[in-house]
């Protein structure tokens, strides 16, 4: 059974930095496409930062610049650095994953709906 744990949220003042990861368990594909979202109160969760097994990574253009996805495939871990935080970086954010790689290629990675596993998230506050 695939299991993702998102650990690393807390919460910063603007201009700050957090690291998120995701430790990820039970998945036994090779290929895959795996994903941060974010979702803030009374609004729909959205694709942060994506990668793939070849390790191409895509970014909302809110994010990029500011952003990095990145992978320890021998810890099985997910991170997520995020520089540069703004108020509107408030949200809880989640883990995702699919055995999908082709998500990024075909452009449907940043849809939530493509994922089958998900985390439970942890909370990042962003005060100004």
């Known amino acids: 059974q695939v299991q993702l744990v998102e650990s690393g949220g807390g919460s910063v003042q603007a201009g700050g930095s957090l690291r998120l990861s995701c430790a990820a368990s039970?998945?036994?594909?090779?290929?895959?496409?795996m994903g941060w979202f974010r979702q803030a109160p009374g609004k729909e969760r959205e694709g942060v930062a994506v990668?793939?097994?070849?390790?191409?990574?895509g970014y909302a253009d809110s994010v990029k610049g500011r952003f990095t996805i990145s992978q320890d495939n021998a810890k099985n871990t997910l991170y997520l650095q995020m520089n540069s935080l703004k108020p509107e970086d408030t949200a809880m954010y989640y883990c995702a994953a699919d055995s999908r790689w082709w998500l990024l290629r075909v452009g449907t990675a940043y849809a939530a709906k493509s994922y089958n596993y998900w985390g439970l998230g942890t909370q990042v506050t962003v005060s100004s």
């Open positions: 039970g998945y036994t594909y090779s290929s895959y496409c």
């Open positions: 990668i793939d097994s070849d390790g191409n990574t």
